[in-house]
Each structure stands twice: as structure tokens, then as C-alpha cells.
């Protein structure tokens, strides 16, 4: 296994350089030296058989590694019965265009936090959960990953805590970081390598060093209020963070594997370039080139 790095999405100057299809992406990735790609079906599942499978070979001749983004919609927590049922169909759909572009990974968002109660909450959201994972067993397709994403907003489910008590739901469950995500919520707590180093090392408390090893890991500047998440930014505004050269000297450290999403504002691609850039420096025992701004990224000049 190698670590990989790709765009959530297209970024504008995918468009603005005249691409329209999704069928043009891994060729753009390609030239650009960009591995993966996390296929974006937040507004529904919407991709047909076909165009998945043509997507899918496209990226496997460039060696591009797929992701999905399931639907928004999805609420684990929801007490609703027609909204349990649309919870379950978005995650089964997403799961079959998965199979279909050959994609190995589903993120999802767990659902609702917002309650009197969040035990209860999150008591609900397993169960419904356990229910999902034992029909997608009976539809054959246990082998793509379902990873529950850390969230940024406090009214949401997804602390690190909640998301490592859905993976242990079952072995088809591995834990999306969004480090982003995670940075708002604390307040702007990822600064350097010990704070990267707690959530890594949790994660192989809990699940084990396999899934810390090849960890989905979401990565992007984000904007935040006392509520949490306000917006994703962009690499080149560097007083938001979080810093991604101290999470490049651990992976190089730890000789970890994982694949890095990048989910900025416009710049998905542009930004995740520059990382991977950090972390081939880090990789070879050197400095970034970038140097260590806050955002751990180049300067406007540079770009």
C-alpha cells in the first residue's frame, strides 16, 4: 500500500478549463499526479450503472483509487420510520454504485446529535445501524467499507468516541477522520504532532493498528464558530487551520498508508497537491518547501 492523495469533487478549475463530465476526471487527476478520488453523491445517488462502470475503469487504468460521499440525508438517530427507511435506501444505493465503479470506501455523515439526551441518541443510531449492516450482507455487499466521518458541528453526531463505537459495529466499518472536522469542534486544537498522535493512537486502542494504518482521512482548512464548523476554506487563507505539516511528519514517521481527501472550498485539488507535496518532503527527511505557516501550506505567491 501506498498513501494517496485526491480532491472531494471537482475543483472550479476543473470546469473552468472546459471539463464537464465526470468521465474526464481521472484523466485530469492523472496529469496532475493525484491518486484518488471521493465521487460526490451528497444531494442523492444519481450516477447510473453504466457511467459508474466506465468511471470506475477509467480510474483503474491510472491507478486512481475511488471513494463515495453518501447523501446528507442520512440520520442513523432518526426515530422517524419513513426517514429510517430513506436512511437505509441511501446507504444501500450508495454501496451499489460503489460495486459498480469499483469504488472501495462509502462515507457517510452518522446523523442528528441535537437532543437532551445524546446516549440516547447515539442508542438509536446503533440499532438502526446493526439493521443496515445486516441487510447489506444479504445484498452481497459486505466487501465495500462503510466509514462513519467525524463531524465539526456539535449539534451532529460523530465525535471520534461515536464514530469508533459504530466501527466496532462490524468489520465492514472503519473510521472516516475528518481532521478538519475535528479541528473546529476542539476549538482549533491541531497544531502539532501530539494532537494527531491522540487521535491516531486511539484508533488502534480501539480497533487496532489496521485501521490506523490505512486510514480515510478527510483534510481541509476549516472556519469555526463556538458551534463548530462554519465553512471549509482553502489553503491559500492561512489563518485557518488545521495544520497538515505536523500530520505529514507522523504518517512519514509511522509509515502509514492512508488516502487523503482533500474537501476545500473550490481548491480540492489545488490544495491536495500541495500536501502531498509536504508530505514527500517529510517522507525524505526534509523541510516542506512551503514552510510552516499555520495552514502548513505555501504562501499566496507560490500557487
Known amino acids: 500500500m501506498v498513501i494517496r492523495f485526491g480532491p472531494a469533487g471537482a475543483s472550479d478549475s476543473f470546469y473552468e478549463g472546459g471539463h464537464k463530465s465526470s468521465l474526464e476526471m481521472p484523466q485530469w487527476l492523472a496529469e496532475k499526479g493525484l491518486t484518488a478520488y471521493e465521487y460526490q453523491c451528497t444531494r442523492g445517488v444519481k450516477i447510473g450503472e453504466r457511467m459508474a462502470a466506465r ?16 447523501p446528507y440525508y442520512i440520520n442513523l438517530s432518526s426515530g ?11 446507504l444501500l444505493k450508495s454501496l451499489m454504485a460503489a460495486r459498480f465503479m469499483g469504488a472501495k470506501v462509502v462515507v457517510f455523515h452518522p446523523g442528528s446529535g441535537s437532543g437532551p439526551d ?4 447515539m442508542a438509536a443510531a446503533k440499532a438502526l445501524f446493526k439493521e443496515i449492516l445486516a441487510e447489506v450482507e444479504a445484498a452481497g455487499l459486505s466487501d465495500i ?22 466501527c466496532e459495529l462490524g468489520k465492514q466499518v472503519v473510521p472516516a477522520v475528518d481532521f478538519g472536522h475535528m479541528h473546529a469542534l476542539s476549538g482549533g ?3 502539532d504532532k501530539q494532537s494527531y498522535a491522540r487521535v491516531l493512537n486511539r484508533i488502534v486502542e480501539r480497533l487496532g493498528q489496521e485501521y490506523a494504518q490505512n486510514l480515510h482521512i478527510h483534510f481541509s482548512p476549516v472556519e469555526f464558530t463556538g458551534a463548530g464548523e462554519k465553512r471549509h476554506r482553502t489553503a491559500l487563507e492561512t489563518e485557518f487551520g488545521p495544520d497538515f505539516t505536523p500530520l505529514a511528519e507522523i504518517l512519514a514517521e509511522r509509515n502509514l498508508t492512508p488516502t487523503i481527501i482533500c474537501e476545500s472550498a473550490g481548491r480540492q485539488a489545488e490544495d491536495v497537491m500541495l500536501y502531498r507535496d509536504i508530505y514527500l518532503q517529510h517522507l525524505a527527511g526534509g523541510l516542506s518547501p512551503f514552510g510552516k505557516n499555520k495552514g502548513g501550506t505555501c504562501p499566496p505567491c507560490l500557487t
Open 145 to 166: 467499507l462503510l466509514a462513519p466521518e467525524t463531524m465539526g458541528k456539535r449539534n451532529m453526531l460523530g465525535s471520534l468516541e461515536e464514530v469508533l463505537d459504530l
Open 189 to 191: 486544537e491541531f497544531k
Open 118 to 121: 445524546r446516549g440516547e441518541l
Open 80 to 90: 422517524d420510520p419513513d426517514l429510517k427507511v430513506k436512511t437505509k435506501g441511501h
Open 55 to 70: 468511471l470506475g475503469e477509467l480510474c483503474a487504468e491510472r491507478d486512481i483509487q475511488l471513494s463515495i460521499h453518501a
